[in-house]
DNA sequence: TAATTTTCCTAAAACGTTTTCGTAACTTGA
DNA sequence: TCAAGTTACGAAAACGTTTTAGGAAAATTA
């Protein structure tokens, strides 16, 4: 009820019979100030609901203990993509362990008129940032990388800079191999379009193939975008009518791989006896679903995390730390939407 | 490459030979200043790279152009459940577009040790506060909601702070009535745990199936935690079990409905041929899936928009605001996993 | 005892803004 | 011509911290 005006310092000081000074130094635990009168000054800032103004701190120290995130651009998903929304969960979390914030970066602001993302990132301030799931090609984004704040991009790699990335290489390899070891020869492959992610996906697809003396006609590999479960759907149609049609699918993502269930359903096969298919992510509803899918589950809780330890790590001890790119591996959930074809 | 000094007002007054407070009132268009200093001023600033001081002005205004939204606690799903991210993401856009920007409210800090939600908002002076998808019941909710700061809570009514809920009653409502129209009178409900939704769904379920002449058996009614497709399923197995087994199931939302989805075919029944299912939520996934869900589709944009203009509002103009719920409708999607048993 | 060191505290400046109040110069009206 | 009003600007205080540079008192050493 009582709307009583903020206690301050200077308050706690008065309370105390003490200088301002000591106050601040109390509160921070600093070697020159005596045990007796830390002990007071604590109590006492406990006892008149203190907390710090965090302006007036920030101001002073030019420190925030904030992080921005970019996160999303129109044309994307955004908070609704599980993958990512996942990764920024974790990533979150492990922020504030350490006592840091989360601000999502953003350009739209009336006041000031236009505000470029670096702008914005300047403005508020953060300590550093985090970038995932926009597009990377954007010269604003390239903007806010290249400022001097330190950065930590999820998924995408920019020179000199760190990076936590998914090991997609090692992923397609152990689906693809895991699906030959199955018994599949005649295998499709429908990927997302360009991205860093697709390249290194279908380098490694093509690579594992060969290594395995596997033969790729090029009418089993289909373009089509992340999450698309439309075109995901147009594309399986296109596969199940081929007369030499593959036995088994691969989809960029789980949420195209529905699309993918959706077309085969409409052509009465059934899923894996008819045909096999494997997703990629391992999303909380394609690990529920029945039949569960075969796809390769990201470790999105360690993609958070590293990312997180990465940009605190170079944000406060900026000198020592280099920038890196982590890789993390994901691994294969078997599932059991590819079906054994020898024995 | 040249880490120059961040130019202040100073700087500019400097530049312009006019005092630091002219340089202030003319970037904030005051009318005691003249055309021509402004223009001058301005063009300084412009071509110098300025951009406020973020924590000076948070600190002399006391106004941080910040929001807090707290949006989980553990036992939640947080940022990956599909409705409350896509009401997020509205909401995001909205206040953006108004200048403020979006920090997750938490309580981890290692620093000040532990912090309260709202101690964290004070910290961290938000302007105001949203919250979603959290338990409302918790203690520490309430304290935050009872603060001082300005709040609005979605999908939960606190008493006398404003809201903005979905239309729990007339969804029900439209969703039951379309499934009696369609010809079902044997119709079982999975609902969810205790909460303010649940229980006006609840109400607004046995309400219609009065109105229309239905008649519930006790174990046509079921109750499972939101979004767990393991339980749905379960539930779902006791309900076919049944000798007298419904022919049209509700869910608590879509996904737990994919959890029906799963006990349903285990069972060899063909949806909606054996057996109608309908969803709640309207998530991607399932307007995506085929057969499509008959489901409420929950008008996230109006939710997450109605939010945000509510809590500007109540920031902006604090006296003239009153506290106030808003009921935001969904639809109803036809789908295709109801079948018709009349015509 | 005197010199030195250590312990504990303070005054004051600074961070970058906003805002109040004052005032000089110019304009207006009678 | 003079009083009153208007316009355009500046000085200075204030917001709540941190930090530097001292310095008085107490403890230690010689």
Redesign the interface.
């Known amino acids: 009820m009582s ?1 009583r005006k ?1 206690v301050s310092l200077k308050d706690i000081a008065a309370a105390c019979k003490v200088s301002v000074a000591t106050v601040s130094k109390a509160l921070n635990d600093q070697a020159d100030i005596g045990q007796e009168t830390k002990d007071l000054v604590r109590e006492t800032a406990e006892a008149m609901g203190y ?6 701190k ?2 002073k120290t030019n420190r ?3 992080i921005g995130l970019l996160f999303m651009d129109d044309s994307q998903s ?3 993509h ?1 993958y990512f ?2 990764v ?2 974790s990533f ?1 979390k492990k922020i ?4 840091y ?4 970066i ?1 350009n ?5 008129g236009y ?1 470029s993302y670096l ?1 914005h990132a ?4 953060f300590d550093g940032v985090a970038i995932a799931c926009v597009d990377f090609y954007k010269p604003e984004v390239e903007e806010l990388v290249r400022g ?1 704040i330190p950065v930590v991009t999820i998924d995408h790699v920019f020179n000199d800079r760190s990076a936590i990335i998914s090991d997609n290489v090692m992923g397609i390899k152990d689906l693809l191999t895991y699906i030959y070891e199955m018994g599949h020869r005649k295998i499709a492959y429908i990927h997302g379009s360009d991205s860093a992610v697709t390249q290194s996906r279908i380098k490694s697809f093509y690579k594992t193939a060969m290594d395995l003396g596997l033969e790729i006609p090029d009418e089993y590999v289909l373009e089509v975008e992340y999450r698309d ?2 075109g995901a759907q147009r594309a399986t149609e296109k596969l199940l009518e081929l007369s030499d049609r593959p036995t088994c699918i691969l989809y960029p993502d789980d ?1 195209a791989t ?2 993918g ?2 077309a085969i ?2 052509k009465g096969l059934r899923i894996p006896d008819d045909i096999s298919i494997a997703g990629y992510d391992g999303i ?2 394609a690990m ?3 039949p569960q899918f075969t796809t390769i589950v990201q470790d999105t809780d360690l993609l958070g995390r590293k990312a997180a330890e990465k940009l605190i790590d170079s944000i406060e001890n900026p000198r020592t730390t280099l920038s890196e790119q982590v890789i993390v591996p994901g691994h294969l959930n078997e599932g059991e939407t590819v079906k054994r074809l020898i024995s």
């Open positions: 709307a903020r907390f710090p103004n965090f302006a007036a920030a101001l925030t203990y904030n955004g908070l609704t599980n929304a996942r920024i969960e979150k504030e362990e350490k006592g914030d989360l601000t999502f953003s739209n602001r009336s006041s000031q505000m702008a300047r403005y508020r301030n001097n479960t439309v949420f529905f699309g269930i959706n359903k409409q909380d509803i529920k679903y029945s």
